[in-house]
């Protein structure tokens, strides 16, 4: 094995055009919501197609946003997967709603879909699937789903909710910008869809975050979207921008809305990223394969990532050992650590946290999430990964593995 490197985990991608692009916005005086959060989404709603691209400040508050815009409170239900982070249930409670967690499949880190549909009742206003890793879940099947139970959908009256005939579909795409299924690209399946453009992502504008929305009958997309600027800062009719136009002071705070627009200075490392996005995607998809093939001799799974159906942003390289325990897992990490080389784990499932612990879901009742966690392992994946530096994470991995075996730990 060559010399020790020091291998992070996930560190931002951030090139001399990035840099350029907020020094420019620096010296152009604007700083904040600007022309180019605007371009920003201007560039990403025609990439995705949606009818509508709206950034924010994280993708936590655009799913909390778009749950409020379309009432979605005390006395609803909304369905989420077992296996995500937090982000994805937290804005259920924030908007007072009852999160219902599903199971995971046996053989997937996709919702089951046979629980989703169980799950389903008169309560119930939102599904939200989670796209792990970059990878699209089978959306015909929830659609059908969805479809096959318009006999519990009960929207409330005076509401967006009147616009649709079936309980609604909210994706959580924090990892899939870039990700398609069946050639429709994640923000332009569900009809919304929310993504994170945090640090650790694949496309990242530091913090920050998007809603988008497909084409929907009887939507006014301008109507909408003016909603959506009002629901992140502060209700008021004007943003910024707005304001400096000749005689345009004057301003309405139509409710006491929130504060979690993004800046300009986040959307210039967004225009920036976006411009090397295309090489970033493929690079993804290369050292993916780079990693299937020099690990085969493992008994691995790993998150398929590209299939005829579905392309991946390739986000996680999520890794399961099979048959190995939590301890040769744990332990793994550790040694990979100690070699030099970051790893993670994706994620603890919601009901092994104390939050949703205290709101009485039980670990016990999730066997399939459970058993996904106990020996998931997420290798470093990011584009500041040479061929070189990705080599040595392999060799550290085939190291560790084959000590901890010849030690007897299972």
């Known amino acids: 094995m060559n010399a020790k490197m020091n291998i992070p985990f996930s560190p931002p991608d951030i090139s001399e055009d990035e840099i350029n692009e907020v020094v420019d916005t620096l010296r152009s005086g604007w700083i904040t919501t600007g022309p180019k959060t605007k371009e920003l989404e201007r560039q990403l709603k025609e990439y995705t197609g949606s009818a509508g691209f709206a950034t924010f400040s994280s993708a936590t508050m655009a799913l909390e946003a778009v749950l409020r815009l379309l009432e979605i409170g005390p006395g609803d239900e909304v369905i989420v997967p077992a296996y995500t982070y937090t982000a994805s249930c937290s804005p259920i409670c924030h908007v007072g709603a009852t999160p219902v967690i599903v199971d995971i499949q046996e053989d997937s880190f996709e919702m089951d879909y046979d629980a989703m549909a169980a799950a389903l009742s008169e309560r119930t206003k939102a599904v939200i699937p989670v796209n792990l890793g970059g990878t699209l879940c089978d959306f015909d099947r929830i659609y059908a789903v969805l479809n096959s139970h318009k006999d519990l959908w009960h929207p409330k009256v005076g509401t967006l909710q009147e616009l649709f005939d079936r309980i609604l579909l909210i994706t959580d795409d924090a990892h899939a910008l870039g990700a398609s299924y069946k050639g429709v690209m994640a923000g332009n399946i569900a009809d919304f869809s929310t993504f994170s453009f945090h640090a650790v992502k694949n496309f990242t504008t530091a913090e920050g975050g998007a809603l988008s929305w497909r084409q929907i ?5 301008d109507e909408f979207y003016h909603n959506v600027m009002l629901m992140q800062l ?8 707005a304001k ?3 005689g345009a002071w004057e301003y309405d705070i139509v409710f006491p809305g ?7 200075l986040q959307a210039a490392i967004g225009l920036a990223q976006f411009r090397r996005y295309p090489g970033m995607l493929a690079r993804r998809k290369e050292m993916i394969a780079a990693y299937e093939e020099k690990l085969a001799a493992f008994d691995l799974e790993f998150l398929d990532h590209y299939t005829e159906e579905k392309q991946s942003s390739g986000h996680l390289m999520i890794t399961r050992l099979t048959g190995k325990s ?4 744990n332990q793994l990490i550790q040694r990979m650590a100690e070699a030099g080389v970051g ?5 603890k499932p919601l009901p092994l946290l104390s939050a949703y ?3 009485g879901f039980d670990i016990k009742d999730y066997p399939n999430a459970y058993a996904h966690y106990e020996n998931e392992i997420t290798l470093p994946l990011h584009t500041c990964l040479t061929d070189e530096m990705l080599q040595y994470v392999c060799d550290v991995f085939a190291e560790c593995y084959k000590q901890l075996e010849a030690e007897g730990v299972a």
Do not use: I, P, W
């Not at 009958?217 to 997309?221: A, H, K, M, R, T």
């Not at 929130?258 to 800046?263: A, G, I, P, S």
């Not at 939590?326 to 897992?329: E, K, L, N, S, W």
């Open 217 to 221: 009958e009887g939507l006014d997309n």
């Open 234 to 241: 502060h209700g008021q009719s004007k943003d910024a921008l």
């Open 244 to 246: 400096t136009k000749v």
């Open 258 to 264: 929130y504060k979690c627009n993004m800046t300009d």
């Open 326 to 329: 939590m301890d040769f897992r």
């Open 343 to 347: 790893t993670n784990v994706h994620y």
């Open 357 to 359: 612990a205290n709101l």
